[in-house]
């Protein structure tokens, strides 16, 4: 298969890797990589150097405020073709369907053998009661001054409600639809940023 990777930032890179490693014929669309990190890999600068129908899994890993211009960009040339967003899907609520092709969020946790054995168990044992926490340090993501991550400013998409959204999506897999009853989004950190 010929993939297509849009954006080459930490997960691009994570995604190039494990594609590589299946044997996939793989494709870059980045701004900012260099020819010398992705060796015996087409790289393309500009959306005009590339033909979007010659390629069969796209995936989009560049930051999350240009996940919907980026979809909607690919939908509107293919059809029957499978594209993988990074999550979050969008950094606000946005409708989107298409019915030309198949779309998948990367919520990858849910195909972890663990969870998918606990999903088992669940089907027949009910919880009486159930916790999710995920502890994690922003300046301890990448190999970057974290006030420069784009997980650090809101107006780029970033802030713990959208990046560590994978408990969210357990909860929601694991137990079916939920009902919220409190919710409090803040800054807790003394770190230098603009996001939650």
């Given at each position: 298969?010929?993939?297509?990777?849009?954006?080459?930032?930490?997960?691009?890179?994570?995604?190039?890797?494990?594609?590589?490693?299946?044997?996939?014929?793989?494709?870059?669309?980045?701004f900012?990589?260099?020819?010398?990190?992705?060796?015996?890999?087409?790289?393309?600068?500009?959306?005009?150097?590339?033909s979007l129908?010659?390629?069969?899994?796209?995936?989009?890993?560049?930051?999350?405020?240009?996940?919907?211009?980026?979809?909607?960009?690919?939908?509107t040339?293919?059809?029957?073709?499978i594209?993988?967003?990074?999550?979050?899907?969008?950094?606000?609520?946005?409708?989107?369907?298409?019915?030309?092709?198949?779309?998948?969020?990367?919520y990858?946790?849910?195909?972890?053998?663990?969870?998918?054995?606990?999903?088992?168990?669940l089907?027949?044992?009910?919880?009486?009661?159930?916790?999710?926490?995920?502890?994690?340090?922003?300046?301890?993501?990448?190999?970057?001054?974290?006030?420069?991550?784009?997980?650090?400013?809101?107006?780029?998409?970033?802030?713990v409600?959208?990046?560590?959204?994978?408990?969210?999506?357990?909860?929601?897999?694991?137990?079916?639809?939920?009902?919220?009853?409190?919710?409090?989004?803040?800054?807790?950190?003394?770190?230098?940023?603009?996001?939650?």
């Amino acid at each position: 298969m010929k993939a297509l990777i849009i954006g080459f930032g930490s997960i691009g890179k994570k995604h190039f890797l494990a594609l590589k490693n299946l044997g996939f014929d793989i494709s870059l669309l980045s701004f900012s990589a260099c020819k010398k990190d992705v060796k015996e890999t087409k790289l393309y600068n500009s959306w005009d150097e590339l033909s979007l129908m010659e390629f069969d899994l796209f995936i989009i890993a560049n930051i999350t405020t240009l996940h919907l211009e980026t979809l909607k960009k690919i939908d509107t040339f293919v059809k029957d073709k499978i594209i993988l967003v990074e999550k979050p899907l969008f950094e606000k609520f946005i409708p989107f369907q298409s019915n030309k092709n198949k779309i998948f969020i990367a919520y990858l946790l849910r195909f972890n053998p663990l969870i998918k054995a606990l999903k088992e168990i669940l089907q027949v044992e009910k919880p009486y009661f159930v916790e999710l926490s995920c502890h994690s340090y922003l300046p301890n993501w990448r190999d970057i001054d974290y006030r420069e991550n784009y997980s650090a400013k809101k107006e780029l998409g970033g802030g713990v409600l959208l990046d560590l959204s994978h408990e969210i999506d357990l909860a929601f897999f694991l137990f079916g639809k939920l009902k919220l009853l409190y919710s409090e989004n803040l800054k807790l950190s003394e770190l230098e940023i603009d996001s939650d």
